[in-house]
């Protein structure tokens, strides 16, 4: 089983940005896409995707982010990174990686962003 640890989150003015990161404990090749995940505050379990990218580099985006936020990989370090700009409040919430489709048991604790105004 692989184990996702996020990391990278803090307390942000608008406008600006951060970086996550996601280590992999280990590569599981079964999974062609990874991608990060929201969980906005009062939407309870609810994770919505946010960013994707696939082993060659096929990279996609929600709406509410595109151009704002860069999903990339580093194969050999087995981490995922999100680079994001231009934050806005409603960027606030936990940040998860996951498989695309996400996969119940590789959820880690996540990462709390909050951007304020």
């Known amino acids: 089983q692989v184990q996702l640890v996020e990391s990278g989150g803090g307390l942000v003015q608008a406008g600006g940005s951060l970086r996550l990161s996601c280590v992999a404990s280990k590569r599981d090749t079964s999974i062609n896409v990874m991608g990060w995940y929201r969980q906005a505050p009062g939407a309870g379990d609810q994770r919505e995707w946010i960013a994707g990218i696939s082993w060659v580099w096929t990279t996609n985006y929600a709406d509410s982010v595109k151009g704002r936020f860069t999903i990339s990989r580093d194969i050999a370090k087995n981490t995922v990174y999100l680079e994001m700009n231009n934050l806005k409040p409603e960027d606030t919430g936990i940040y998860y990686c996951?498989?695309?489709?996400?996969?119940?048991?590789?959820w880690g604790q996540g990462t709390r962003v909050t951007v304020f105004s």
């Open positions: 996951n498989s695309v489709p996400h996969r119940d048991d590789y």
